[in-house]
């Protein structure tokens, strides 16, 4: 698994996907390697008038695999915590807090999560209700009914380095809203870049010649920088950890390996598999929900 970079056409006109794949085949020389399909669910929380703030939760299925982000806007970041905390004082005052305001984890296989929540009589029911049953009661409706939206295409590579992921945003009704388009450069697991908002030159080059050229196309770059992404995968017990213990450095005489002395916090899975598709579905999430489509 490589790096990626994602791209969003807003005004992609009925006939999008099949001008990109078009356009993929006849100038790129693309192999076609499978269907892309993403489903993307959303539920709010039932407990009523005893929290200020209504708390959301969102989720993301790609593969085998289910992301999910919950959301609490009452309690505080990370950084809201450390910003207030005394000199000398952090570790105290990051456990103080029950819970924070972002929780990102993935569950497996998919239909899990549901099956959980209804077990336990979690308050969470789908965003938007559908029309059969007893619309009147919202508890009474099925957690399965919270499909919102599905990402629908085709997953291409060019040659060896690069894969090509592009889809339609299909809502639940069957109206499309555009597309996504997602590069990924196999070659590298990191890639370091000046740009404070993450962005990639070779991610966002390869993603602008894949588009066709189309009058008035509106595309958008969806990015995340490394701090914001650190931010989201924070572990409090990990970071408590890491406060208290003293590292001892672990010298890799692989020859054969990359040099990754400037990788400071560095994980051996980092980019693989299920963490690479983390941030892919956390970008998408974030992409859908600026729109208010989720």
């Not at 000398?88 to 296989?109: A, D, K, M």
């Amino acid at each position: 698994m490589g790096f990626t970079g994602l791209a969003r056409w807003v005004n992609a006109p009925p006939t999008g996907l099949s001008l990109v794949r078009d356009n993929l085949l006849l100038n790129h020389n693309a192999a076609y390697r499978g269907k892309w399909h993403i489903v993307l669910k959303s539920y709010r929380s039932t407990i009523g008038q005893s929290v200020p703030f209504e708390r959301t939760m969102y989720t993301i299925t790609m593969d085998e695999n289910v992301f999910v982000n919950l959301e609490d806007p009452a309690a505080p970041t990370r950084m809201d915590v450390l910003s207030a905390a005394p000199p000398g004082q952090e570790i105290s005052w990051l456990q103080n807090p029950s819970h924070y305001r972002s929780t990102f984890l993935t569950v497996r296989p998919p239909g899990s999560l549901e099956q959980l929540l209804t077990q336990i009589k979690a308050k969470w029911v789908p965003v938007r209700q559908t029309s059969s049953g007893n619309s009147n009661n919202p508890r009474s409706q099925p957690l399965s009914t919270a499909q919102q939206l599905t990402v629908d295409g085709h997953i291409f590579g060019i040659g060896t380095d690069w894969i090509v992921r592009i889809g339609n945003v299909v809502l639940a009704g069957g109206a499309v809203r555009g597309m996504l388009l997602e590069a990924e450069y196999l070659p590298l697991p990191v890639l370091k870049t000046p740009l404070a908002d993450g962005t990639s030159d070779l991610l966002s080059n390869l993603l602008a010649s894949i588009l066709p050229l189309v009058k008035d196309a509106k595309t958008v770059a969806v990015t995340i920088s490394d701090a914001q992404w650190e931010d989201v995968l924070w572990d409090r017990e990990e970071e408590i950890k890491s406060r208290t213990e003293t590292k001892s450095e672990a010298q890799d005489d692989d020859p054969y390996s990359w040099d990754n002395d400037d990788v400071k916090d560095w994980k051996p899975n980092d980019w693989i598999g299920i963490d690479r598709d983390q941030r892919s579905a956390y970008l998408i999430m974030g992409a859908l929900r600026s729109e208010s489509l989720l």
